[in-house]
């Protein structure tokens, strides 16, 4: 069994993927689709394999405060660890502004782990 995000089913809404804009494709290059996970498994002779939702989590957070709570930190997770120091920058600057100043930006994630 292997338990994790599929970033090309397009399902999943996620801060870092919003902010951090390059993090989504470069995850496609790093992990293959559930589907190429089936086939590949299939291939090798596994039986029996399937694609199913393990978990589905959703919470919203204002960056101000994942941002106290280290959730912002490079070392959060490895797709801001992979960031170049400029990718990084620009979107942790774009999580904090907002056109309206009496909007706080919420953090979202609506995530599926398969």
């Not at 470069?26 to 590949?40: N, R």
């Not at 120091?85 to 942790?92: I, P, Q, R, V």
Request: hydrophobic share 35%; proline share 4%.
């Amino acid at each position: 069994m292997t338990v994790g995000l599929d970033p090309h089913a397009g399902l999943d809404k996620w801060w870092v993927y919003d902010y951090f804009p390059e993090t989504l494709e470069l995850d496609k290059e790093c992990y293959l689709s559930s589907g190429e996970i089936i086939k590949e498994m299939s291939q090798r002779g596994f039986v029996r394999c399937e694609a199913s939702e393990a978990q589905h989590v959703k919470a919203t957070m204002p960056a101000p405060l994942a941002g106290a709570e280290g959730l912002l930190d490079r070392s959060f997770t490895s797709q801001l660890a992979i960031l170049s120091k400029e990718e990084y920058e620009s979107g942790l600057g774009y999580t904090f502004h907002s056109r309206n100043f009496d909007e706080v930006r919420r953090l979202a994630r609506n995530r599926r782990f398969w």
